[in-house]
């Protein structure tokens, strides 16, 4: 199976301040036939399901507030949020679907400084 | 509007059996792929099985490969886990997902609000 780190697991950002999150694949994603990654990432906060954000490592689901940005290819991809907000505070994960056999990073916990 | 509604779960004593649904509403159903996602207390999420829209291709992870299997009734936009020998570490919120295409498996579109399983004697 891909195995997929995130770090850091947990950061603390000043709101309107910058949040990165990254994750890294144990092998690459990029499926060279159509030259995409194979890379989405979601958030989940307190008590609710997951909610995808991005898809194809960089493309923002419907929805999705543009300070949302995904970036990377082949094996090392980055989150970022760019303005933080209040209701940004959630746990993120990225997760490969490179591979039939589906896996989730461990998740990265975004608080407020 | 979108709607995933898991039930069946609740409390069972290592090595039993439970069988787990999920209803699907809002889409066509047999138009995409579906997943089970499992969440244990406190814990990330780790991907339990995948099915796709005709049954043709089926995944498990090692952890349940085995024990676990998936099924779906597009007749009844359901779709279904039926979990044999249970552990402890089965324990989880189990959520139901809907893919973002029919076949094989991509990402994660809409979520329902799981089921919780517990596995104690």
């Known amino acids: 199976d891909i195995v997929m780190t995130q770090s850091p697991d947990s950061l603390a950002v000043s709101l309107g301040e910058r949040a990165t999150i990254n994750c890294k694949s144990s092998?690459?994603?990029?499926?060279?036939?159509?030259?995409?990654?194979?890379l989405g990432w979601y958030q989940q906060k307190p008590g609710q399901p997951p909610k995808l954000l991005i898809y194809?490592?960089?493309t923002r689901e419907s929805g999705v507030p543009d300070r949302f940005s995904g970036s990377g290819s082949g094996t090392d991809f980055t989150l970022t949020i760019s303005s933080l907000q209040a209701e940004d505070v959630a746990v993120y994960y990225c997760?490969?679907?490179?591979?039939?056999?589906?896996?989730f990073g461990g998740g990265t916990k975004v608080e407020i400084k | 509007e979108v709607q995933l509604v898991e039930s069946g779960g609740g409390l069972v004593q290592p090595g039993r059996s439970l069988r787990l649904s999920c209803a699907a509403s809002?889409?066509?159903?047999?138009?995409?792929?579906m997943h089970w996602v499992r969440q244990a207390p406190g814990k990330g999420l780790e991907w339990v099985s995948g099915i796709s829209w005709n049954s043709g291709i089926i995944g498990y992870a090692d952890s349940v490969k085995g024990r676990f299997t998936i099924s779906r009734d597009n007749a009844k936009s359901s779709l279904y886990l039926q979990m044999n020998s249970l552990r402890a570490e089965d324990t989880a919120l189990y959520y139901c997902?809907?893919?973002?295409?029919?076949?094989?498996?991509?990402?994660?579109?809409?979520w329902g609000q799981g089921t919780l399983v517990t596995v104690s004697s």
């Open positions: 194809w490592a960089s």
């Open positions: 997902a809907k893919d973002s295409v029919a076949a094989p498996f991509y990402y994660f579109d809409f």
């Open positions: 997760q490969q679907y490179y591979s039939t056999s589906v896996t």
């Open positions: 092998q690459s994603v990029l499926y060279s036939s159509n030259n995409k990654n194979y």
């Open positions: 809002g889409f066509t159903f047999d138009d995409y792929a």
